[in-house]
Structures are given as structure tokens and as C-alpha cells.
């Protein structure tokens, strides 16, 4: 259960992220200032225009790749919950045919 929990805590996460961008102007802009990853875009484009280009390309991108990730997540969770059950049934089938 160690790895699903570590994708939640990151699905978490990036959903703040992407809500604080999406709502927040100052914390898009101080995003935009402050984050490595933004200085190309910020140095070819200015940092007004890179504000932009995060908002309407980066922050829907951001938002399908998470709803994609929470999918692959639920569909975790759906096999490690049949499987348990799986494993839960064939063990008491195997008590119940021993006497036990």
C-alpha cells in the first residue's frame, strides 16, 4: 500500500498546485518569478507572456495529465481491493475444505 499512498500524496499535491495557479494571480506570478523551471519561458517571452502561456497551455495540460494519473490510481486501488478480496475468498475456501 506503500506506493499508493505515495501517488496520493502527489495527486494531492498537484491538485493544489494547479487550483493555486488556476485562481491565485499573485501566486502565478510568483510562480513565474521564483521557479527554475518557468526561466526559459520567462526569459523568451517576458514574464507577463510566460504568465499567460502557463495559464491558458500549461495549467490545462497540468489538468489532464492529473485526471489521468487519478484514473490510473483508481484503477490501482480497484485491483488491490479485488485481489485482496480474491486472496480472502480462496482462503477461506481452503479452511472450510480442510475443517478448519
Known amino acids: 500500500m506503500g506506493p499508493l499512498l505515495i501517488c496520493t500524496v502527489i495527486l494531492v499535491a498537484n491538485a493544489f498546485i494547479l487550483w493555486k495557479i ?6 502565478l506570478n ?11 519561458w520567462r526569459k523568451a517571452f517576458g514574464e507577463e507572456r510566460a504568465a499567460a502561456i502557463i495559464r ?3 495549467l490545462p495540460l497540468g489538468i489532464v495529465f492529473w ?8 484503477a490501482q486501488v480497484v485491483i488491490l481491493v479485488a485481489g485482496d478480496q480474491a486472496n ?6 481452503v479452511h472450510e475444505r480442510d475443517g478448519g
Open 67 to 74: 485526471l489521468f494519473l487519478l484514473v490510473l490510481v483508481g
Open 88 to 93: 480472502a475468498d480462496e482462503t477461506q475456501l
Open 22 to 27: 488556476g485562481t491565485d494571480d499573485a501566486f
Open 56 to 58: 491558458k497551455v500549461f
Open 30 to 40: 510568483e510562480y513565474v518569478r521564483k521557479s527554475p523551471k518557468a526561466w526559459l
